[in-house]
């Protein structure tokens, strides 16, 4: 599992990266403002059906199906099942994308409906969620690929196509600027392009393995196919839970004053840097194991992983959520205050980052707790616990919204993962699936400690550093937190016993 999860990571992580180059482009370009607000709400739109259709519901039924058939039929049972699926996904998914199209402005109605009384934003939106719109297309195929690849325990390309999205995005955004209406439909271009070439990425990938798959001419409803289908309907149910809390706070930050929208973006994505690549990564490369030695009749096996993967989880995302907390106005102004995204911009998306930083452990520790369900076959009961998150979201965004205008929904978001991660990690030690043993007992609480003693570090640090003007200097002060940081948590959680250096080395050898 350290091997996936290393391959995953280390990918997600130069995408992340990438990723912010773009976003610090995206805020020179287009700021906080209509335009800001019509692109990212076009992004968001694809990426709802792509969590729900793609990754959520898809990965849940057929990557513990693949496996499964994998090891007990062979290579040419389990290409039959993803070309029967693949074909079956492009069908619908083209429907989908033809109806969404069509009928974008009742849509956007629904999903933002703070833009109707606004006539540049609802058009802007409308136009850029048309081009973005068959993006999801691919991106599901790619998603269904990725699975056989990571199936076949081929984490690599899969993890890497990310990258394709966010330079292409950078590309289109120089070379096509000029010649669209805004940067923003430069930017959904280079969007709908990205889908394109991730799926070319890994249908190549998995072609190199043996296993190039291709569209049936006529869809199949075999016996397989069935049993995945039947598997994925509380799964979509659970991944539309998900995806429903992401469209509340979209349609509530619709009702906000221009820009809250993109403040939220801004904040987001600091926050997503740790969570897709500890959390992604812990959980793509932990569910297949899983299914292998849940299938293998190795129970004990299945109780270490869950284990270990806890214990990553809680190392790697407490000391990020501490240092995003800490220096929320720092990271926002060195990676995006110039151009368009000015000082007050700064300010309300530094607010926002410090609500979601209150959740990121949270999160994290739903994708390491969920697969600990899907690899038993068990996609019900985290739909049932998603719903109880989703009405727990909803009344804290009511309730806070008025009072903390964006930022309320940020910690709405934040508090109701906490609700999600608590409840299922309840249920799998009440039915004995994960037992936390000595080792995770005595190292969580010194992690903790040894998170707040960097956090102690980082804000005298600042205290005595101040807020620079310059954005050079801005960003080399960055550089030195993240310094600092890294050598007081580890050095710290050495010291403590919560951590152990050369467990790290010797990861790092087998890697």
């Keep these: 599992m350290i091997r996936g999860v290393l391959t995953v990571g280390v990918w997600t992580l130069a995408s992340r990266v990438l990723g912010f180059l773009r976003d610090m482009l995206i805020a020179a370009y287009l700021g906080a403002g209509p335009v800001a607000d019509a692109f990212f709400v076009a992004l968001k739109l694809p990426n709802l059906f792509?969590?729900?259709?793609?990754?959520?519901?898809?990965?849940?039924?057929?990557?513990?199906?693949?496996?499964?058939?994998?090891t007990v039929q062979g290579q040419a049972a389990a290409r039959a099942l993803a070309e029967r699926m693949a074909t079956l996904m492009t069908l619908w998914l083209s429907v989908l994308t033809v109806l969404a199209i069509l009928f974008m402005p009742q849509v956007m109605r629904v999903l933002a409906p703070g833009f109707v009384d606004e006539a540049l934003r609802f058009s802007l939106a409308i136009e850029m969620t048309r081009i973005t719109f068959p993006y999801l297309l691919f991106i599901c195929l790619t998603a269904l690929v990725s699975g056989v690849l990571n199936g076949l325990d081929r984490f690599a390309a899969a993890a890497g196509a990310p990258v394709l999205f966010n330079l292409l995005s950078m590309g289109a955004l120089f070379a096509l600027s000029p010649f669209v209406s805004t940067p923003g439909h430069a930017l959904a271009w280079g969007v709908?392009?990205?889908?394109?070439?991730?799926?070319?990425l890994v249908w190549f990938a998995a072609a190199r393995a043996g296993m190039p798959l291709r569209i049936v001419a006529r869809p199949s409803l075999a016996p397989e196919v069935r049993q995945v289908l039947r598997k994925m309907v509380p799964g979509l149910i659970g991944a539309g839970v998900t995806q429903l809390n992401l469209a509340v706070d979209v349609i509530i930050a619709s009702l906000l004053p221009a820009g809250a929208v993109s403040y939220l973006y801004y904040a987001d994505r600091i926050g997503q840097l740790p969570l897709g690549v500890i959390g992604a990564a812990i959980g793509t490369a932990m569910l297949p194991l899983l299914v292998k030695q849940l299938r293998g009749g190795l129970p004990l096996s299945a109780h270490r992983t869950m284990n270990r993967a806890v214990e990553l989880s809680l190392a790697l995302s407490l000391p990020a959520a501490a240092a995003q907390a800490a220096l929320a106005w720092p990271i926002i102004a060195a990676l995006f205050e110039r151009g368009a995204f000015g000082p007050e911009a700064t300010v309300a998306s530094s607010a926002a980052l410090v609500a979601y930083a209150i959740g990121l452990p949270?999160?994290?520790?739903?994708?390491?707790?969920?697969?600990?369900?899907?690899?038993?076959?068990?996609?019900?009961t985290p739909v049932k616990i998603g719903l109880l998150a989703v009405a727990?979201?909803?009344?804290?965004?009511?309730?806070?919204?008025?009072?903390?205008?964006?930022?309320?929904?940020?910690?709405?978001?934040?508090?109701?993962?906490w609700a999600n991660a608590g409840l299922l990690a309840w249920l799998l030690w009440r039915r004995g699936l994960w037992?936390?043993?000595?080792?995770?007992?005595?190292?969580?609480?010194?992690?903790?400690?040894?998170?707040?003693?960097?956090?102690?570090?980082?804000?005298?640090?600042?205290?005595?550093?101040?807020a620079p003007a310059d954005h050079?200097?801005?960003?080399?002060?960055?550089?030195?937190?993240?310094?600092?940081?890294?050598?007081?948590?580890?050095?710290?959680?050495?010291?403590?016993?919560?951590?152990?250096?050369?467990?790290?080395?010797?990861?790092?050898?087998?890697?």
Excluded at 395 to 414: D, K, W, Y
Excluded at 479 to 485: D, E, N, P, S, W
């Design 50 to 70: 792509r969590r729900l259709f793609g990754e959520g519901a898809f990965n849940a039924a057929f990557v513990p199906a693949f496996a499964a058939t994998l």
């Design 192 to 200: 709908t392009a990205s889908g394109v070439a991730q799926f070319a």
């Design 362 to 380: 949270a999160f994290v520790l739903v994708k390491s707790f969920v697969p600990g369900f899907f690899a038993r076959g068990d996609t019900a």
């Design 392 to 417: 727990m979201n909803l009344a804290l965004n009511l309730s806070l919204t008025p009072f903390l205008q964006h930022v309320g929904i940020a910690l709405s978001t934040s508090l109701s993962a």
């Design 435 to 466: 037992l936390p043993d000595r080792r995770i007992r005595q190292r969580v609480p010194r992690l903790v400690l040894a998170a707040a003693i960097m956090t102690a570090a980082l804000l005298a640090l600042r205290l005595a550093i101040g």
């Design 472 to 511: 050079a200097v801005r960003l080399a002060t960055l550089a030195l937190y993240v310094g600092v940081g890294l050598t007081t948590y580890f050095g710290a959680a050495h010291l403590l016993g919560g951590l152990r250096l050369g467990e790290l080395r010797a990861l790092r050898r087998r890697r």
